[in-house]
């Protein structure tokens, strides 16, 4: 990967750049929106495997064996279905 390549210097024009961009002034309400954005999506993510969890228990606990036999269908299957030609529609336009 191409980042590894990055070395401090780097990183510093890269820094400049987004100061430029943004101002000084935007900056700390950038990244305070960035990090509760990652904690929005970090607890959602944690909700989920919760579900997932919860989930998992309860499909465990009401799983119901089956007992039935299948049985072979009594008739065959029938063919393909074959897509018929289009239809003639009556002209019942009585703009004419």
Avoid: Y
């Avoid at 900056?27 to 959602?44: D, H, V």
């Avoid at 606990?61 to 897509?83: I, S």
Wanted: no cysteine; glycine share 10%.
């Amino acid at each position: 990967m191409m980042l590894g390549n990055l070395t401090g210097l780097h990183l510093l024009i890269i820094l400049g750049i987004v100061i430029l961009l943004f101002g000084a002034t935007k900056l700390p309400a950038l990244a305070k929106g960035l990090g509760q954005s990652i904690n929005i999506f970090k607890k959602e993510m944690s909700d989920d495997e919760k579900k997932a969890q919860a989930g998992d228990t309860t499909v465990q606990n009401t799983a119901v064996p089956n007992t039935t036999v299948p049985t072979a269908p009594a008739e065959p299957a029938a063919g393909p279905v074959l897509n018929p030609g289009p239809s003639a529609q009556p002209n019942t336009d009585s703009r004419r």
